[in-house]
């Protein structure tokens, strides 16, 4: 999934979590575990992709298209909803997986002395079951990536719809 689609899904847990009873301390525990394990769930889901880890800040429209969209919908829920550590804290956790990947894919020695990207990356890999590693970095996908790109662009706007509406 893009990394916008985890921030966004993220932020939706943060705003349902804040508006509850729970404790500041469950809240924590809550958004950091909840955000992550959506990440997993989610990527499940066979999705397309924009950049790819070998063109990753590499090329410039797929870095924008992926990095840029998902940190302005973040701060516009911190504006929205006043919690600015809850969001920052779930977001960080949701996008951590591709964050581990990233570094996994760029300097592997250095990530495999790590122990717990090894496990995150992993646990990754295993998710992304329609994914094939060819070599270090290249990868084979199962689905053409446009159509998936579109779902998940709808699912995308779908969840943004339901962040702002004010439902929550």
């Not at 729970?22 to 924590?28: D, K």
């Not at 575990?33 to 429209?61: M, N, Q």
């Not at 295993?126 to 790109?149: C, D, Q, T």
Request: glycine share 6%; proline share 7%.
């Amino acid at each position: 999934m893009l990394p916008t689609t985890h921030i966004v899904a993220s932020c939706l847990l943060t705003a349902y979590t804040i508006n509850s009873d729970t404790g500041a301390f469950s809240q924590l525990m809550i958004l950091s575990g909840g955000s992550l394990l959506l990440h997993f769930v989610l990527d499940l889901i066979p999705h397309g992709y924009i950049a790819t880890p070998e063109t990753i800040f590499k090329k410039t429209l797929p870095t924008i298209i992926e990095v840029i969209p998902g940190p302005v919908i973040l701060l516009i829920s911190i504006l929205k909803f006043k919690s600015p550590l809850f969001f920052i804290l779930a977001s960080f956790f949701g996008i951590l997986p591709d964050l581990v990947a990233t570094l996994y894919n760029s300097n592997r020695d250095l990530a495999k002395k790590i122990p717990f990207i090894v496990s995150i990356q992993g646990l990754h890999r295993r998710v992304h079951w329609f994914e094939m590693e060819l070599e270090e970095g290249v990868y084979s996908f199962m689905f053409p990536k446009n159509p998936l790109l579109v779902f998940e662009a709808l699912f995308l706007a779908c969840m943004a719809m339901v962040l702002f509406s004010g439902v929550l």
